[in-house]
């Protein structure tokens, strides 16, 4: 719902996605117009902006990954993510693989079919519940090719796994799969390290959103955690970095909340393993970490 309150909205959208109208439908579409429904506020403006630049991060790195030769994308908890859709790659160099639990992995494809969306042959679904799957268990069987190079897209679905689960998908990433292999996502910090104003923030977009954050990540924790799977470079842009990158210049003011970070990582070409070329940490702005 942000990503079609972006592009209704927001002049000139950071993130184009001519499907995120359509496959939200027309009633979501019409509260969307009409400026009732919460996702038009302009209260809702840094979180607009924060899902924007998340999926725009993540599809820059995508054709960054693809000018290097990389043919597979991996949409981790894609959601309504309409990247393998828009017809903007060439299916015979790239397949994408959605990868998401069964419930809403159902309920997306009856959202395309019902907006009249035509899924491509170069698409595979794998569904798979984080929590009790392993990720090598959901891609068996799909085609996935684990001796060849892939990104792994993972936006907005961290907070709201456990610890474990988070940790094995990682290690699986940077411990099985071939180099040149990158992952993106997004995670929230603890509560503890942002202000109390910033909880206040924080707190308010939880409750807005009605579902708990399981899991949140100290900064520097983390960033150790990823080298010693071993991830071989990570890089972290926070809110203000991505606002340099995608917001600057802009006349209506439309921005992240200066609350967190993000992270990026890059591989190191000497290290032997899988590498996290990318590993945007973003703040999900829904749940709200604040930055420290
Ligand atoms: C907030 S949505 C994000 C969707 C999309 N990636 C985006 O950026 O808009 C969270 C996604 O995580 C997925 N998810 C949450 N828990 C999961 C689990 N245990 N196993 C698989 N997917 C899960 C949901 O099905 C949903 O697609």
Not at 77 to 90: E, V
Not at 268 to 288: I, K, M, Q, T, Y
Request: aromatic fraction near 8%; proline fraction near 8%; charge should be neutral.
């Amino acid at each position: 719902m942000y990503r079609a309150a972006h592009q209704l909205l927001d002049r000139p959208p950071v993130f184009t996605d001519p499907l995120a109208l359509k496959i939200v439908g027309s009633d979501a579409e019409r509260g969307l117009r009409s400026g009732e429904d919460r996702h038009a506020l302009p209260a809702a403006a840094p979180m607009r902006a924060f899902m924007a630049a998340r999926s725009r991060f993540t599809e820059d790195c995508l054709a960054e990954a693809i000018g290097r030769g990389v043919e597979q994308y991996i949409v981790l908890g894609a959601g309504l993510d309409t990247f393998a859709y828009r017809g903007t790659y060439d299916p015979a160099h790239l397949r994408v693989f959605e990868v998401d639990h069964p419930t809403t992995q159902i309920w997306k494809r009856v959202r395309l079919a019902e907006a009249a969306i035509p899924v491509p042959n170069s698409v595979t679904y794998a569904p798979i519940d984080f929590e009790r799957e392993t990720l090598a268990e959901g891609l068996a069987g799909t085609g996935f090719d684990l001796g060849e190079p892939a990104l792994f897209a993972w936006l907005g679905v961290v907070p709201y796994l456990t610890r474990e689960a988070i940790m094995a998908m990682l290690a699986l990433v940077a411990g099985k799969l071939t180099r040149g292999t990158e992952i993106v996502f997004d995670y929230p910090e603890p509560t503890e390290s942002i202000s109390p104003r910033q909880r206040k923030v924080v707190a308010a977009r939880v409750a807005a959103v009605g579902e708990p954050v399981k899991t949140a990540f100290v900064p520097s924790e983390l960033g150790k955690a990823l080298r010693a799977l071993p991830f071989s470079d990570v890089q972290d842009l926070d809110a203000r970095t991505l606002n340099a990158l995608y917001f600057s210049g802009r006349s209506d003011g439309l921005a992240l909340r200066a609350l967190r970070h993000r992270r990026e990582g890059r591989p190191d070409p000497g290290r032997s393993g899988s590498e996290l070329r990318r590993d945007p940490r973003a703040h999900p702005a829904d749940r709200g970490q604040g930055a420290r």
